[in-house]
């Protein structure tokens, strides 16, 4: 009988005991994941992906969207629109890249690069109404991955070369 009701009394504390250490390690998981997840997310921070906004003299206006696919490819697509420019007209769309690893948020390079379809540089062309788009892109395997860079971007008269459009400076972080 003592047996019993010392299993009895024990019982209980074991059970609760038990629970208790199982609760905990299930909040230490809880707790592993959810930092894992905040790591992945943390990850994916980087600027890898930018909205260009491009400006010019009274309602002249672009968007680049800047994207570098997760892949071993190393892509960046830039699809390009503008719009408020002269109609039935060719544009070219530019780049500048400060030194690889030295970002301060100030461009000041001004060796421009006109982007295209890969290496072949590719005109935007507009339509009646002055609205243009076009889908560029750009290989930059060569670059490591990881390297940061200060960025901005132009929209030049592919006839005159005139600056007609104009972006702030950003980051860019390749992948």
Not at 106 to 113: F, G, P
Request: proline share 3%; aromatic share 8%; net charge negative.
């Amino acid at each position: 009988m003592k047996t019993i009701k010392l299993f009895q009394g024990v019982l209980p504390v074991v059970i609760l005991v038990l629970a208790l250490s199982c609760q905990k390690e299930a909040g230490d998981e809880l707790q592993f994941q959810q930092g894992n997840a905040k790591n992945s997310v943390k990850a994916e921070v980087p600027p890898f992906n930018l909205e260009v906004i491009l400006r010019g003299e009274g309602k002249q206006f672009g968007l680049i969207k800047f994207r570098q696919d997760v892949d071993a490819a190393k892509v960046v697509t830039l699809e390009t629109w503008v719009r408020d420019l002269e109609p039935n007209h060719a544009y070219l769309l530019q780049r500048a890249v400060d030194a690889i690893n030295v970002v301060d948020g100030n461009c000041t390079s001004t060796t421009w690069l006109t982007l295209g379809k890969g290496l072949v540089p590719q005109s935007i062309l507009t339509d009646d109404k002055g609205t243009g788009n076009e889908d560029l892109f750009r290989d930059i395997s060569i670059i490591p991955s990881g390297s940061r860079f200060d960025i901005h971007f132009r929209v030049i008269d592919a006839i005159t070369s005139a600056v007609v459009l104009n972006s702030d400076c950003y980051e860019y972080v390749v992948r």
